[in-house]
């Protein structure tokens, strides 16, 4: 569940709200795997993104020379792709996983 804040920021029309491609790439080789149950499918959970006009977030030079430069304080390939691309981007991260507070000097983090 997220909290009331988080829900008050993804409603807040003002912000912009993306969803990594890391994300996509992490849940589609998880699900592959039997690591990831997942009552939809990946297109399905692309279109329910982009329906609730959340907008996707592709890799870019930028995010791979910061990435070519992030402390290694969190092993999780995905995670680090994320914190990359939040670092390149400006953006804040909203997430559950305490590991993200490593880099809370680097990029801003919201924790739900």
Do not use: C
């Amino acid at each position: 569940m997220l909290s009331e804040k988080i829900v008050s920021v993804i409603n807040d029309s003002s912000n912009n709200i993306y969803v990594s491609h890391a994300s996509f790439w992490e849940m589609t080789i998880k699900k592959s795997l039997g690591k990831l149950d997942l009552i939809t499918s990946i297109s399905d959970f692309y279109r329910l993104v982009l329906e609730n006009s959340f907008m996707t977030l592709n890799f870019d030079i930028a995010a791979y020379m910061v990435l070519e430069n992030l402390p290694l304080y969190h092993q999780d390939p995905f995670d680090r792709m994320i914190i990359s691309q939040a670092i390149s981007e400006s953006l804040t991260i909203i997430t559950q996983d305490q590991k993200f507070d490593l880099y809370k000097t680097l990029v801003p983090i919201t924790f739900n």
